[in-house]
């Protein structure tokens, strides 16, 4: 069956332009999930949807972060003004259950600022 | 404040041998911890879990060992094949939280 899918697979961008990445989780998964993996870095949560409950937006770094999960399903991630420290590998992961089991990942995007 | 700590950012380890993985974490609340390995351009896949009401969990050449007096768990993996050279991701439930990996690099 199908896995996670996102899109753009790259995207280089100028700084102060705006972005957006997208998201297809496995279907009938009710959660999902966006980490972004910086040079280095480990993963780093940014935002998680479940169900048609109010999204834990505890991790967005800045409110230049924006996302959105239309339909339950398919998820979009928004960057406003990109900056150069964006610059990372944005991962999309969905989930059939709340915490405590496994997620699917995405490939991920990789996101470069200039 | 990481609540998930994987302290060795490397490890490399010879064919054949086994690998140990070693994970920390702070928060007592965790109920469920997970494994995930990474390989470049891809992203991370799922490995092997635990809950916190057991001490061990195997599966083929990976075994997840925890220690919840301690708040430490280990992965192992024996005999290390040259395929497992991977990052590895330590994972805590319920707020998922991740450490920031291992780089396990088995060496021919």
């Known amino acids: 069956g199908a896995g996670v899918s996102q899109s753009p697979s790259n995207k280089v961008t100028e700084k102060g332009k705006d972005v957006e990445l997208r998201c297809d989780p496995i279907s009938g998964h009710t959660a999902l999930y966006w980490y972004r993996q910086s040079l280095g870095q480990g993963l780093e949560f940014l935002i998680y949807f479940q169900g048609n409950s109010a999204p834990d937006k505890s991790g967005l770094p800045s409110d230049r972060f924006s996302a959105e999960r239309t339909g339950g399903s398919v998820s979009t991630l928004t960057i406003q003004r990109t900056q150069q420290e964006d610059s990372a590998v944005y991962l999309c992961a969905s989930s059939p259950q709340t915490s405590g089991y496994e997620q699917y990942f995405g490939p991920g995007t990789r996101l470069t600022v200039t | 404040d990481q609540q998930v700590k994987q302290n060795s950012p490397s490890l490399s380890v010879q064919e054949g041998r086994i690998s140990i993985l070693n994970c920390d974490y702070t928060n007592s609340m965790f109920d469920y911890f997970l494994w995930y390995k990474k390989y470049p351009a891809e992203g991370p896949t799922f490995l092997i879990s635990?809950?916190?009401?057991?001490d061990k969990n195997e599966d083929g050449r990976f075994t997840v060992f925890l220690n919840k007096s301690a708040k430490h768990l280990s992965l192992h993996i024996v005999p290390s094949q040259p395929g497992d050279s991977a990052v590895y991701f330590c994972?805590?439930?319920?707020?998922?939280?991740f450490g920031k990996g291992t780089r396990l690099h088995i060496l021919p």
């Open positions: 994972a805590a439930s319920p707020e998922i939280i």
């Open positions: 635990i809950s916190s009401i057991k």
